[in-house]
């Protein structure tokens, strides 16, 4: 009896190990490296006017590119948001190579967040910008961009 338990336990000791180490293998080889040995990430870029007049329609596009290639089969979906009044998603459609695109109109004056949440390769980009609409306070000529964030999906 403990001769039979103690192999059992081998073996679900052995099981363990080499699923562990082909998890990591796996893992490794779903992401690829740049020439200087670190992992390379999709880009997304935000592309939309900075400054909109209320009740128009806009477009906003997101450019998703990994290395020089663009990509056509990432999923992009554009939340957007004005203060604490809760957000909308909307999915975005591929509308040319490595594009992804929305209309939007907006309703009202002030200052929106717009994130492109974008799953492609392997990760999760997040790029986000602001737009001023209308007269809204501190309406500058300029959008701010923060850098795209992105994890892995594991």
Do not use: F
């Given at each position: 009896m403990k001769a039979l338990f103690l192999g059992l336990s081998l073996v679900l000791g052995i099981s363990i190990i080499s699923g562990c180490q082909?998890?990591?293998k796996a893992h490794e080889?779903?992401?690829?490296?740049?020439?200087t040995g670190e992992i390379k990430a999709p880009k997304v870029e935000i592309i939309a006017n900075e400054h909109v007049d209320k009740g128009l329609q806009e477009t906003i596009v997101a450019s998703v590119q990994y290395g020089e290639e663009f990509v056509d089969d990432a999923e992009v979906v554009f939340?957007?948001?004005?203060d604490e009044e809760g957000s909308e998603k909307?999915?975005?459609e591929l509308?040319?190579?490595?594009?992804?695109?929305?209309?939007?109109?907006f309703k009202s004056d002030g200052?929106?967040?717009v994130i492109a949440h974008t799953n492609a390769k392997?990760?999760?980009?997040?790029?986000?910008?602001k737009i001023h609409v209308g007269e809204s306070e501190g309406s500058a000529k300029h959008?701010?961009?923060?850098?795209?964030?992105?994890?892995d999906h594991e």
């Open positions: 082909n998890q990591s080889s779903s992401h690829q490296l740049n020439d939340e957007i948001k004005k909307i999915p975005a509308v040319e190579k490595g594009e992804y695109s929305i209309n939007y109109t200052i929106y967040q392997g990760y999760h980009i997040m790029p986000l910008i959008v701010e961009r923060s850098e795209s964030t992105h994890h």
